[in-house]
């Protein structure tokens, strides 16, 4: 920066001309015929669906299986239509919410450890889509050494199949024994309702065949997995529904799966439950305990249904009530 005022004004003299020569150009750009240029047509379809970031010494890859239209404002409970379409518009959020569906993959060093498998399809045609991202991603399916399951909806481990082939043949499946006690059970399937036997279906679809080639290995309660990922129990949102803790060289991210869905409502209101909770009440009370602990210690978290890749963190909202998300910075490894 030059201290000579005349010359600084002789700059500023030189950017206006720039500008007014840009404009000058641009204009008579304007006034060229659009039939000159080919309508191209549009593409419609976007890129591969993964996201990589490093954590400490670990390669994490988030996954998209895809993103699915749900009916948010009639899925949401202990709340109203009117707080819910309130929230939804005040932050740009229409019903039916595109709600994605993410997994996560995590390289150790010495492990490959994938955390759910998306829908595969056991969620309707939109999802299904991890094992192409996965493969994009650069790793093959034949690699994956661990899946570790947050809990059995289908739309988290619907991927554990391709077709009637384990999606993952040299992978052991864990998850906590209080899901696979529950949705494994036919007793539990015989009296269900008609409408909630599907679940109980697709869990079993999902997870027999690796228990029938002795690679289910569930667990009970707080477990160390493999060196760097811990499970933690959080259950509500089903029977079993765990969290696995991810930490490398002190850096660390939580993968909450369903602690929470609805973001634009949630972190405002975390005592906002769905409908898919098996127990509600445990539900809201493990999501606030997770926000109240991901924002006091700072530490990454990621969710099988945020806005993918998932991954961010959560700070007590300015006004004192609830919490507010903050993607994380976009990043491109070198
Ligand atoms: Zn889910």
């Given at each position: 920066m030059t201290s000579n005022p005349l010359a600084r004004v002789g700059a500023i003299a030189f950017l206006n001309l720039s500008v007014s020569v840009s404009i000058a150009v641009f204009s008579a750009g304007a006034l060229i015929p659009q039939s000159v240029h080919a309508a191209a047509p549009m593409v419609k379809k976007s890129a591969p669906g993964y996201?990589?970031?490093?954590?400490?010494?670990?390669?994490?890859?988030?996954?998209?299986?895809?993103?699915?239209?749900?009916?948010?404002?009639?899925?949401?409970?202990?709340?109203?239509?009117?707080?819910?379409?309130?929230?939804?518009?005040?932050?740009?959020?229409?019903?039916?919410?595109?709600?994605?569906?993410?997994?996560?993959?995590?390289?150790?060093?010495?492990?490959?450890?994938?955390?759910?498998?998306?829908?595969?399809?056991?969620?309707?045609?939109?999802?299904?889509?991890?094992?192409?991202?996965?493969?994009?991603?650069?790793?093959?399916?034949?690699?994956?050494?661990?899946?570790?399951?947050?809990?059995?909806?289908?739309?988290?481990?619907?991927?554990?199949?391709?077709?009637?082939?384990?999606?993952?043949?040299?992978?052991?499946?864990r998850a906590d024994k209080h899901d696979a006690d529950f949705w494994l059970s036919q007793a539990n399937m015989d009296k269900a309702a008609a409408d909630d036997k599907g679940g109980f279906q697709g869990a079993m679809?999902?997870?027999?065949?690796?228990?029938?080639?002795?690679?289910?290995?569930?667990?009970?309660?707080?477990?160390?997995?493999?060196?760097?990922?811990?499970?933690?129990?959080?259950?509500?949102?089903?029977?079993?529904?765990?969290?696995?803790?991810?930490?490398?060289?002190?850096?660390k991210l939580v993968l909450w799966g369903d602690l929470m869905h609805v973001a634009s409502v949630q972190f405002d209101n975390p005592a906002v439950t769905i409908q898919f909770d098996s127990d509600s009440k445990a539900a809201a009370a493990q999501r606030a305990k997770a926000y109240a602990a991901a924002a006091k210690e700072g530490y990454l978290v990621a969710g099988a249904h945020l806005s993918f890749p998932g991954v961010g963190h959560v700070r007590a909202a300015a006004t004192g009530k609830g919490y507010t998300w903050v993607p994380l910075n976009y990043s491109v490894l070198r």
């Amino acid at each position: 920066m030059t201290s000579n005022p005349l010359a600084r004004v002789g700059a500023i003299a030189f950017l206006n001309l720039s500008v007014s020569v840009s404009i000058a150009v641009f204009s008579a750009g304007a006034l060229i015929p659009q039939s000159v240029h080919a309508a191209a047509p549009m593409v419609k379809k976007s890129a591969p669906g993964y996201y990589r970031m490093m954590l400490g010494d670990f390669e994490i890859t988030a996954l998209s299986d895809g993103t699915v239209n749900l009916p948010m404002d009639k899925l949401l409970t202990n709340t109203t239509p009117a707080a819910t379409a309130k929230a939804f518009g005040s932050y740009f959020i229409k019903t039916p919410v595109e709600t994605s569906v993410n997994a996560y993959l995590i390289n150790t060093g010495t492990k490959l450890v994938m955390v759910d498998t998306g829908a595969a399809g056991l969620f309707g045609p939109t999802l299904g889509n991890l094992l192409a991202n996965l493969k994009a991603s650069g790793y093959q399916p034949d690699q994956i050494d661990e899946i570790y399951i947050t809990h059995m909806h289908g739309d988290h481990i619907g991927g554990l199949m391709d077709g009637d082939k384990l999606a993952f043949p040299n992978a052991t499946v864990r998850a906590d024994k209080h899901d696979a006690d529950f949705w494994l059970s036919q007793a539990n399937m015989d009296k269900a309702a008609a409408d909630d036997k599907g679940g109980f279906q697709g869990a079993m679809a999902s997870i027999n065949p690796y228990l029938k080639a002795g690679k289910f290995k569930p667990f009970d309660g707080a477990t160390d997995l493999v060196p760097g990922v811990k499970a933690t129990s959080a259950f509500g949102h089903t029977p079993g529904h765990t969290t696995y803790l991810v930490e490398s060289k002190g850096e660390k991210l939580v993968l909450w799966g369903d602690l929470m869905h609805v973001a634009s409502v949630q972190f405002d209101n975390p005592a906002v439950t769905i409908q898919f909770d098996s127990d509600s009440k445990a539900a809201a009370a493990q999501r606030a305990k997770a926000y109240a602990a991901a924002a006091k210690e700072g530490y990454l978290v990621a969710g099988a249904h945020l806005s993918f890749p998932g991954v961010g963190h959560v700070r007590a909202a300015a006004t004192g009530k609830g919490y507010t998300w903050v993607p994380l910075n976009y990043s491109v490894l070198r």
